[in-house]
């Protein structure tokens, strides 16, 4: 349940909206207020991929995302999701900020991260098990 900042951030980026704003809700029910250093913005993001044979990267195309930075307890907090739910992206940044600063709702944040990533990886299973039937195995001829 020890994410790094770079995981912790992209987990956050595909919590579900409702669990950001509440957990965000909680981490400012003791009275502290946040200072928003970059107010939730939309814009576009180029996206690369990577080719899966000669491993060359190239550009898909734009994607729609948002992205927002906050200061709270002395420790900036920031995300970016896709789309444009700006309340979200906002909530995800405060998360971020929350575990920076240590606060008492650190763990609760990491605690949603571990069921994010769960949820994540089960996801990918079920594709990789619905993609398995369709595998070509090759026979080398000697």
């Known amino acids: 349940m020890d994410f790094s900042r770079e995981k912790r951030t992209e987990l956050l980026a595909v919590a579900r909206p409702e ?3 509440g957990l965000a809700d ?3 029910a003791d009275g ?4 928003v250093l970059r107010a939730p913005e939309v814009g576009c993001v180029a996206t690369q991929v990577a080719e899966p044979v000669a491993g060359e990267r190239f ?3 734009d994607v729609l995302a948002c992205r927002a930075e906050v200061e709270l307890g002395g420790a900036r907090g ?7 739910d700006r309340a979200a992206v906002l909530a995800a940044a405060i998360c ?3 575990v920076e600063a240590g606060r008492s709702h650190a763990a609760d ?3 949603l991260c571990d069921r994010v ?18 595998v070509v195995e090759f026979e080398e001829l000697t």
């Open 32 to 35: 502290v207020v946040p200072r």
């Open 109 to 111: 944040v990491l605690a």
């Open 59 to 61: 550009l898909l195309g």
């Open 117 to 134: 990533s769960a949820r994540v990886a089960a996801a990918d299973a079920a594709e990789w098990a619905q993609l398995a039937s369709t």
């Open 19 to 21: 669990e950001l704003v």
């Open 78 to 84: 920031w995300a970016m999701r896709l789309g444009d």
């Open 96 to 98: 971020d900020a929350e």
């Open 26 to 28: 909680a981490c400012l």
